[in-house]
């Protein structure tokens, strides 16, 4: 996928975990949704492809946040990003991230996230899930298909 060898480069596929202060500082806020991509992120990196020039990212929701903030989260934990082109965004009605890699599949679907009404609290309460959510473990998180 990626043209250049980056042969040299000290700045090359460098990792970094983030925190949820670094997830809202990119995103402007904390949210279910940032984590739960990140979190799916991470779990492709460290399990299925590490390098990010290899690999391609479709993430499939409804195109509009709060779904749509699953883009953020997954381009930080993944490391495909809008600027390389190695995530798509693909509008549908059930939510998944696929990710391939020379011809592999990993196919990752969220397990529900249980969203309180709106009120006053609503944004706080938001916030709330999403830091529990940080801490979950995978499988509390989505269903793996794949290699």
């Known amino acids: 996928m990626d043209p250049h060898t980056h042969a040299g480069c000290k700045y090359y ?61 997954v381009q930080l934990g993944s490391g495909c990003t809008l600027g390389k082109r190695s995530i798509e965004i693909i509008t549908s009605d059930a939510i998944r991230c696929d990710f391939e890699v020379e011809g592999k599949r990993l196919s990752i679907r969220p397990r529900p996230i249980q969203v309180p009404g709106k009120d006053e609290h609503y944004d706080a309460a938001i916030e709330r899930i999403a830091e529990k959510m940080y801490a979950l473990p995978d499988p509390e998180l989505f269903e793996v298909a794949g290699p």
């Open 13 to 73: 596929n460098l990792s970094r975990d983030c925190s949820v202060a670094d997830l809202a500082a990119f995103h402007g806020h904390l949210g279910p949704y940032i984590v739960l991509g990140y979190r799916i992120g991470r779990y492709v990196r460290d399990n299925f492809c590490d390098d990010p020039f290899r690999m391609k990212a479709l993430v499939y929701c409804s195109g509009t946040p709060p779904q749509s903030c699953l883009v953020d989260g």
